[in-house]
């Protein structure tokens, strides 16, 4: 590995799927507070002190020699010590704008349970390639937090909204998840027969989702038209199974499912709006 390269791997999240999860959830849950009627100023520390925390674990990982890049020498430690005390810093401030005054302080409960949730995925990480997908999930459910979070800056409290917002993002990333995952294990599934046999437990989860969905907007914890954000996901889920058994291509199936994701934000605000 080049130098340079090495040196970016050390210090910079290489987990880009992981940014889309992160980063969608804060702009939907922002946009609909400001639809409804929040004050966006706050969203200034919390946004700095997620992308901080965010890229500190890479920096922190690659010095305790739990990330696949590991420093291996002093030079490489003290890049990755520098690095890790410099993202805390900047969180350390951007906590401390956020929270002053004792403002949003119901934000500890929602920065408790992504903690949680992060601490569950380190745990789960240490089955092995085995609990890969279980640990996505989970690790899932700590970043789409940002949702209720950007909502609760915006608003000042935390609501049935927050909660869907939660939900639908996590849904969402989950969807994805399982659709990378399965992308991956049937690269050699050519036919519809074994794209079929390769997919059952995916092509369950899809039924799942769009019960689920249908449940909640006949509770009225969520809305018909927020729902609609999920029809291109499963569209494409469905449409897999029935397609000509392209070749696997990593970086277009990531550029597709930002794609995606993008979408998925718009229509989830749209629907929210409305």
């Given at each position: 590995?080049?130098?340079?390269?090495?040196?970016?791997?050390?210090?910079?999240?290489?987990?880009?799927?992981?940014?889309?999860?992160?980063?969608?959830?804060?702009?939907?849950?922002a946009l609909v507070g400001l639809v409804d009627g929040g004050n966006g100023w706050p969203l200034a520390p919390l946004t700095i002190a997620v992308l901080a925390?965010?890229?500190?674990?890479?920096?922190?990982?690659?010095?305790?020699?739990?990330?696949?890049?590991?420093?291996?020498?002093?030079?490489?430690?003290?890049?990755?010590?520098?690095?890790?005390?410099?993202?805390?810093?900047?969180?350390?401030?951007?906590?401390?704008?956020?929270?002053?005054?004792?403002?949003?302080?119901?934000?500890?409960?929602?920065?408790?349970?992504?903690?949680?949730?992060?601490?569950?995925?380190?745990?789960?990480?240490?089955?092995?390639?085995?609990?890969?997908?279980?640990?996505?999930?989970?690790?899932?459910?700590?970043?789409?937090?940002?949702?209720?979070?950007?909502?609760?800056?915006?608003?000042?409290?935390?609501?049935?909204?927050?909660?869907?917002?939660?939900?639908?993002?996590?849904?969402?990333?989950?969807?994805?998840?399982?659709?990378?995952?399965?992308?991956?294990?049937?690269?050699?599934?050519?036919?519809?027969?074994?794209?079929?046999?390769?997919?059952?437990?995916?092509?369950?989860?899809?039924?799942?989702?769009?019960?689920?969905?249908?449940?909640?907007?006949?509770?009225?914890?969520?809305?018909?038209?927020?729902?609609?954000?999920?029809?291109?996901?499963?569209?494409?889920?469905?449409?897999?199974?029935?397609?000509?058994?392209?070749?696997?291509?990593?970086?277009?199936?990531?550029?597709?499912?930002?794609?995606?994701?993008?979408?998925?934000?718009?229509?989830?605000?749209?629907?929210?709006?409305?």
């Open positions: 590995m080049a130098t340079e390269v090495r040196r970016k791997s050390l210090v910079f999240p290489r987990e880009h799927g992981a940014w889309g999860m992160l980063l969608v959830p804060l702009i939907t849950g925390l965010f890229w500190l674990r890479t920096p922190v990982e690659s010095w305790m020699g739990a990330a696949p890049v590991k420093a291996r020498n002093e030079r490489e430690l003290a890049l990755v010590r520098k690095a890790a005390l410099a993202l805390t810093a900047v969180a350390a401030g951007a906590l401390a704008w956020l929270f002053g005054g004792g403002s949003h302080l119901s934000l500890l409960w929602i920065g408790a349970a992504a903690g949680a949730a992060f601490c569950a995925q380190a745990m789960v990480k240490q089955i092995g390639r085995s609990g890969r997908t279980a640990a996505q999930m989970i690790g899932a459910a700590g970043l789409t937090a940002t949702a209720p979070a950007a909502y609760y800056v915006v608003t000042g409290h935390i609501d049935g909204v927050a909660w869907a917002l939660w939900l639908a993002n996590l849904a969402f990333a989950a969807n994805q998840i399982q659709f990378v995952q399965l992308r991956i294990r049937s690269a050699r599934a050519l036919t519809a027969a074994e794209r079929l046999a390769a997919g059952r437990a995916f092509l369950v989860a899809q039924g799942a989702l769009v019960i689920a969905l249908a449940v909640a907007c006949a509770a009225r914890f969520f809305g018909w038209l927020a729902a609609m954000a999920f029809a291109p996901i499963l569209a494409r889920g469905f449409a897999w199974f029935l397609s000509s058994g392209e070749p696997l291509a990593i970086h277009r199936l990531g550029k597709r499912e930002l794609a995606y994701a993008v979408m998925f934000g718009v229509l989830l605000v749209a629907g929210f709006a409305m």
